[in-house]
């Protein structure tokens, strides 16, 4: 490596994670209105293992190599032109898809990268997806929280949860709902929570869990259902634990249809999470510092162990945010 290049994870072909490489590529370089910056930590999201295992393709057809990694925290190193916001030498967090991914980005302000999997990206400045990192929030914590705290903060949102209410969280083990569960709490939800091991469910106890049950045992008259995991084609089952009137609130792309839960005396709804708006880095950070918003670090790799990374998330299922670290 020189100083002209640099590390990536990348995928050469669609296929499992086991083919991902480091690979040596050139330092990308910032154009009008983007930024450079040296990664300090990104993570492992199910985005990337759906992506180069072809999941996306009838939205993208991807060209390799593809640099995966969306969240990131890191140093900017060079500001191209007509860059007013961020400086040189500036710590800043953010997400942003991989520029192959632009039909899923805001379509106004899109939030885009080289790929954050890396030792240098280049991101656009204009986005509200990206800020400046505070001093009190690290870089590990600020990379490991965008997606699953800004998630966490439009679905509370979208479901306006009243004290007292029933809510059940389908997909309660992954970063969002590890985030989401004391949260929730906090609210004065009642929390049924899905979960398979005995590590997990006593994981979720601990963070304010009620209940937690099995993808077959979902209890029933619900107020709200919110989904973090499944495809529409699975969610009948978890409409009919609703009650007449209750709210369904996915995260899954793509977004499900009324039709597709069997029954239409429920309201559906759908939250992505693109980085901006009131859910966007700024207000992850200030729910951080305050105490409101948290994400369980399972592990921490190099970036020359990113292919490990991936194949730990997507084979073993970890109980929080798998982080890299330059």
Known sequence: MTTDTMRALVATGYGDPEQLTIAELPVPRPGPGQVLVRIAASTINPTDVRVITGGYRD??????????????????????PGVTRFHAGEEIFGQALPRQLRAAADPVRPSLSTGALADYAV????????????????AERAASLVIAGGTTLALMDAAKIQP????????ATGAVGLTLVPVLNAAGAEITATARTATAIELLRGLGAHRTVGYDDYPAGVDVVLNLALFADCLPAAARSLRPGGRLISIVFPPPR?????????????????????????????????????????????LDEGVEAVIHHARRHPLGKIVVTA
């Open 258 to 302: 009324l039709e597709q839960l069997g029954r239409d005396d429920v309201e559906l709804g759908f939250v992505m999470n693109t980085g901006g708006g009131v859910n966007g880095p700024q207000a992850v950070a200030e729910a951080a510092i305050a105490g409101r918003l948290s994400t369980p670090i399972a592990r921490r790799y190099s």
């Open 123 to 138: 991101f656009e400045a204009d986005t509200p997806a990206l800020h400046h990192r505070p001093a009190a929030l690290d």
């Open 59 to 80: 939205l993208v057809d991807l060209r390799f190599p593809y640099t995966l990694g969306n969240e990131f925290a890191g140093t900017v190193t060079e500001a191209g």
């Open 164 to 171: 007292g209410e029933s809510v059940l969280v389908i997909g």
